[in-house]
């Protein structure tokens, strides 16, 4: 059986008795390790330090996330705020 895509998992396994929630899920997963990965350029080693503090996450697991592979979109939500929000400041910083 080939799989489509709305029932791959990001492993790559294919699972056809997905739900409909699974699939939201899953393609809200895949759309934010998208952005994590996209605003990785502008993360410093300095927000890096900070969120493993302030998140309480370890550096891989920020790694992880910040090159697409996160698993929770929880998490994930956590850690892209954090780090849009220090970009945004740095960028109002330059900007005046």
Do not use: H, W
Request: glycine share 4%; proline share 1%.
């Amino acid at each position: 059986m080939q799989c489509q895509s709305n029932v791959t998992r990001l492993s790559g396994k294919c699972n056809p008795n997905f739900t409909e929630m699974q699939k939201k899920t899953n393609n809200q997963l895949i759309f934010l390790n998208k952005k994590l990965s996209k605003i990785a350029v502008n993360v410093t080693s300095e927000d890096r330090k900070k969120a493993t503090s302030q998140l309480d996450l370890t550096r891989q697991t920020i790694s992880n996330y910040l090159n697409g592979k996160g698993e929770s979109i929880d998490t994930g939500v956590k850690v892209l705020q954090f780090f849009s929000n220090r970009i945004n400041k740095r960028a109002q910083a330059l900007a005046e």
